[in-house]
């Protein structure tokens, strides 16, 4: 049978309130006392009853990340950061993977609020006006990641989008290109991909370069949606000199459609990636990219939002987290 709070009161020689305490790490229990019903706790294998504690307490320490796309290596490695920060602290993961279907995305959000999780770290495919009153409807503690609400109300952490896709097509300028192609998503999306386009554009506007529709494809993040970007883009107009990407997986497909043309990078064609996944280190030829610090968008975002959940001050309400452009294979030295 297992371990009673009553067999852990008896064994440590305290009230059960006494263990209650322990277990809710109420300060006004002594270390000596403490150290006695941490050993009973060890000693029986006593575990709480999370159901009847957090009837007690309103509180699960369980936390919801939400994430639009798990087959994606970008979130996983969120959802790392997140998980290490959340075990330091004790709180549990609900992870929901909604295969960036909108409407899956919103049931989630409701599950989560019925499952009484103490707050969410939530990675939107887009954030748009529905969902946004969702959350408002639905009021508990909420981190937003990658993406932030243009309202700015909702704590959020992310990279300049804009201004690293910026500095990702002057890079590409720099090296002499001026016939730069663009694959991913369109400005009106409401996600930080968007910001991407808007990036590409004021790079192109600033250095003289005209924006041409002949050579855009909007589309999704996969590499399905970069080859098939890449090749429509070739069949408009096949003297493109580089690609700006919106994703690492879209310039993969965007590479293999060039390959297939017979079309090569970087001596032909410079292409340029986003993100930094692993796959782009070690896909042929390696891909030069816009790095975003994926672990530490998780493990900020987890900070923040514990801290929420237990009423303490945070620093800012939105970090902006450095990124970094590593050159590799895919774009001429």
Avoid at 67 to 79: A, G, M
Avoid at 178 to 187: L, M, N, T
Wanted: glycine share 6%; charged share 25%; aromatic share 8%.
């Amino acid at each position: 049978m297992a371990a009673s709070i009553k067999d852990v009161a008896k064994e440590a020689g305290v009230s059960i309130a006494t263990v209650s305490r322990v277990l809710n790490d109420v300060d006004v229990v002594n270390e000596e006392t403490k150290r006695k019903v941490v050993e009973a706790i060890n000693k029986l294998g006593y575990r709480p009853n999370i159901i009847a504690r957090s009837l007690k307490t309103q509180r699960t320490k369980t936390v919801g990340i939400v994430i639009p796309d798990i087959s994606n290596q970008f979130y996983p490695e969120i959802v790392r950061g997140a998980e290490d920060v959340a075990n330091i602290y004790d709180y549990n993961i609900m992870l929901c993977n909604t295969d960036l279907d909108f409407e899956k995305e919103m049931e989630y959000l409701r599950v989560l609020k019925e499952k009484m999780v103490d707050g969410v770290l939530y990675m939107s495919a887009s954030l748009e006006p529905s969902i946004l009153e969702l959350i408002k409807q639905l009021q508990f503690p909420m981190v937003l990641v990658e993406t932030a609400n243009k309202a700015g109300d909702i704590p959020s952490v992310t990279i300049d989008n804009e201004k690293a896709a910026f500095d990702g097509v002057k890079y590409l300028i720099d090296k002499g290109n001026k016939k730069i192609a663009y694959i991913g998503v369109h400005e009106d999306e409401a996600n930080a991909n968007a910001l991407r386009y808007i990036g590409y554009k004021n790079a192109l506007k600033e250095n003289g370069i005209e924006v041409n529709t002949n050579i855009t494809y909007f589309g999704g993040l996969k590499a399905k949606d970069g080859y098939k970007g890449m090749s429509k883009i070739l069949d408009n107009d096949d003297n493109i000199d580089s690609v700006f990407c919106c994703s690492d997986e879209v310039a993969m497909g965007a590479i293999n459609a060039l390959r297939d043309r017979n079309i090569n990078v970087p001596e032909d064609v410079d292409v340029i990636g986003f993100g930094n996944i692993y796959s782009a280190s070690i896909f042929y030829p390696k891909i030069t990219t816009v790095a975003q610090p994926m672990y530490d968008m998780g493990s900020v975002g987890m900070r923040m939002l514990i801290k929420m959940i237990n009423k303490q001050p945070t620093d800012s309400k939105s970090y902006v987290l450095d990124y970094k452009l590593i050159e590799r294979d895919s774009c001429k030295k």
